[in-house]
T-cell receptor, first 112, second 113 residues
Framework: SQELEQSPQSLIVQEGKNLTINCTSS?????LYWYKQKYGEGLIFLMM?????EEKSHEKITAKLDEKKQQSSLHITASQPSHAGIYLC????????????FGQGTTLQVKP | DTEVTQTPKHLVMGMTNKKSLKCEQH?????MYWYKQKAKKPPELMFV???????INESVPSRFSPECPNSSLLNLHLHALQPEDSALYLC????????????FGPGTRLTVL
């Protein structure tokens, strides 16, 4: 079965700094989702990437999908305290079932 | 309306109690999901409903009983739970098939005493 590994597991950055979170798959990635979660709350959809080489941006967050490396990266520019939370990558677990499997998550703290 | 609502927000129950979790969406989605999330772990899929029919049961114990009364509602009936079932229960909905983002509700924090 497919597994997603995220790195780093946790990250503490100073406000204004850039950062990158990686998600590596054990199998070929045909699509990847990024979600953000505040502790004890629901998941907020950030972006979905479907094609190799695809790059999407939303405000100060950019995500890329490298199909060959079976990897996606999430980059935050000029981090703010509002970016703090748990970032989860997710991928379809099996074809056309809607099932999502998730990486273990990356906890981000942004120090003012 | 792009919101998935869940009630209650918090639930404390004994091992002999029967309770239900409720989830509602009005986006016209025909796929609905229940996930279980333990502390510091990612969500794990429990059930998938597609067009109001159960399509996936991830080998969930029978003390959890899902129900989809109509296309907007999803329930999770709980009976004879164990303390290890304490977790955040998340509901999600999406359009059918892969590569459609799942919209998540805020979750129900369940504590089993």
């Amino acid at each position: 079965s497919q597994e997603l590994e995220q790195s780093p597991q946790s990250l503490i950055v100073q406000e204004g700094k850039n950062l990158t979170i990686n998600c590596t798959s054990s199998k070929t990635l045909y699509g990847l989702y990024w979600y953000k979660q505040k502790y004890g709350e629901g998941l907020i959809f950030l972006m979905m990437l479907q094609k190799g080489g695809e790059e999407k941006s939303h405000e100060k967050i950019t995500a890329k999908l490298d199909e060959k490396k079976q990897q996606s990266s999430l980059h935050i520019t000029a981090s703010q305290p509002s970016h703090a939370g748990i970032y989860l990558c997710g991928a379809p677990g099996s074809s056309n079932t809607g099932k999502l499997i998730f990486g273990q998550g990356t906890t981000l703290q942004v120090k003012p | 309306d792009t919101e998935v609502t869940q009630t209650p927000k918090h639930l404390v129950m004994g091992m002999t109690n029967k309770k239900s979790l409720k989830c509602e969406q009005h986006m016209g989605h025909r796929a609905m999901y229940w996930y279980k999330q333990k502390a510091k772990k990612p969500p794990e899929l429990m059930f998938v409903y597609s067009y109001e029919k159960l399509s996936i049961n991830e080998s969930v114990p029978s003390r959890f009983s899902p129900e989809c009364p109509n296309s907007s509602l999803l329930n999770l009936h709980l009976h004879a739970l164990q303390p290890e079932d304490s977790a955040l229960y998340l509901c999600a909905s999406s359009w059918e098939g892969d590569y459609n983002e799942q919209f998540f509700g805020p979750g129900t924090r369940l504590t089993v005493l």
